[in-house]
């Protein structure tokens, strides 16, 4: 048997390997979040002609993806934008479409094609090692696709049909495109995807969606952005297979690059599919960075950060207390501008009242009403949500791509978390009272006789 001196000297030495490795976990954890802001910086440089952007996460999977300037903002005509992501991983000089889809998935990878109102985004995810493969694929895409006339009436055109009876019952987004054109109108604008009723003809084929690829696909307009590669090996094969890009645009076809003025104002649509009310006002832009912005954003909220409880951000409470109402705020963050966004969806009449709270709750902040708990919470939040989104996946290699092709450097998520810190109850409530002040974007989709007028509300447009 072992004697009770041991077991004491067992437990006591048991105790202080336990102090010891809580003292080691509170350290690793102090070092990981002093420099988790640091550790999310791109390193960029140019490597032959291509504005290159990398962040080695040292994992064992890569995210490689061209972010071009291509986004429906710059498409003169309608549809191109979409033309041009159907006709990605298609037919090249050197690859069927069908031996592009074998061989990724022989390597385990994944190709995606997808766009925004201001960029167009080729994407692969990889097991790390095959990134010269890769790299050698997206080079030949953007330079080296065949625009077939097959493929254009067999593939894209069908799956735009589809895209397109999609959109056709989706009242939120049809709400947010609306709110877009009233606040833009032309550029950013633009709608997401062509409606139904968009006059498509004369204007979308496979030669001027051809046009469209030899002005977006140049080197002036694209960037190269890894997600867990090192800049060695990324750089090399970047030198050696982007060669091929055309240094300048290779068609004669311009795109739309007119710099974005607001004007604000307000539209409904009547719909049977549902209802959805948009109200927006001027937001923050990549170029320049508004923190009370954010700040906002995250004090209006709408989603509960924790299960069973409303939370404490002011739209969730508003949803809360009307059933079958969703609500949510946001900065839609551009180049050149921004729009500050309050979404709200559910039957008409829970929709009419959640938008009154919300402009109420937007008036309250104006007036110095936050109480200093919820400013405390609201710029926690808005610090989280952009470090999150901040982290490998989709939206910071956007993020990260649209930075370079429009201010010529990455969106670094230090300084933004930096300046959040900064925001006072003062400079909140001047914020929420200009916007209050000056004029709104209102969209209403659905039963007109029950949403309500942006005057009823109390806004400007």
């Known amino acids: 048997m072992f004697s009770r001196s041991a077991l004491s000297r067992g437990a006591r030495l048991a105790t202080r390997r336990q102090g010891c490795s809580q003292l080691a976990q509170r350290r ?27 962040r080695d996460s040292h994992g064992p999977t890569t995210k490689l993806a061209v972010v071009a300037k291509g986004g429906t903002r710059y498409q003169p005509a309608p549809g191109l934008t979409v033309g041009l992501e159907e006709f990605a991983f298609k037919y090249t000089n050197k690859r069927t479409a069908l031996r592009i889809v074998r061989e990724a998935e022989l390597l385990g990878g994944q190709l995606v094609a997808y766009h925004t109102r201001e960029a167009l985004v080729l994407e ?55 709110a877009h054109s009233v606040a833009f109108h032309t550029g950013l604008g633009a709608s997401l995807y062509p409606t139904p009723s968009t006059p498509l003809k004369g204007y979308l084929s496979e030669h001027t969606i051809a046009n469209y690829a030899g002005a977006v696909y140049a080197k002036p307009n694209i960037a190269l952005v890894g997600d867990g590669a090192t800049t060695a090996a990324l750089h090399k094969w970047t030198e050696q297979f982007f060669k091929s890009v055309p240094t300048l645009p290779t068609r004669a076809l311009a795109l739309n690059t007119k710099p974005t003025t607001y004007y604000g104002g307000e539209q409904r649509t009547s719909h049977t599919a549902g209802n959805a009310l948009v109200i927006a006002f001027p937001g923050s832009s990549f170029g320049t960075f508004k923190p009370e912005v954010a700040v906002l954003a995250a004090l209006l909220g709408g989603q509960p950060s924790v299960k069973w409880s409303p939370g404490f951000t002011l739209l969730s409470k508003a949803a809360a207390s009307t059933p079958g109402a969703a609500a949510s705020g946001t900065n839609l ?91 006072t109850a003062d400079k909140l409530k001047a914020t929420a009272k200009s916007l209050i ?16 007028y942006a005057e009823e509300l109390g806004l400007k447009v």
Do not use: M, W
């Open 333 to 423: 963050t551009y180049s050149d501008a921004g729009l500050l966004t309050i979404q709200v969806t559910g039957g008409a009449a829970s929709v009419r009242k959640v938008g009154e709270e919300a402009v109420k709750a937007l008036k309250s902040i104006s007036e110095g009403t936050v109480s200093k708990e919820d400013l405390t919470k609201a710029i926690a939040k808005a610090k989280f949500d952009a470090l999150e989104a901040s982290q490998s996946g989709v939206s910071t290699l956007l993020s990260a791509g649209s930075g370079i092709i429009h201010t010529g450097k990455p969106f670094q998520i230090a300084e933004t978390v930096k300046s959040i810190d900064s925001v």
């Open 28 to 54: 690793g954890y102090a070092a990981a979040a002093s420099s988790s802001p640091s550790s999310f910086n791109y390193e960029t440089s140019e490597v032959a002609g291509v504005k290159v952007a990398t």
């Open 124 to 178: 692969a995810s990889f097991l790390r090692e095959d990134i010269p493969y890769f790299t050698e694929l997206l080079a030949e895409v953007i330079s080296q696709t065949k625009y077939t006339t097959y493929e254009y009436h067999e593939d894209v055109e069908r799956v735009l049909k589809l895209k397109q009876a999609k959109l056709a019952n989706d009242v939120s987004a049809l709400a947010l495109d609306s």
């Open 437 to 452: 002040d000056g004029k709104a974007s209102v969209a209403a989709v659905g039963d007109l006789n029950v949403l309500p």
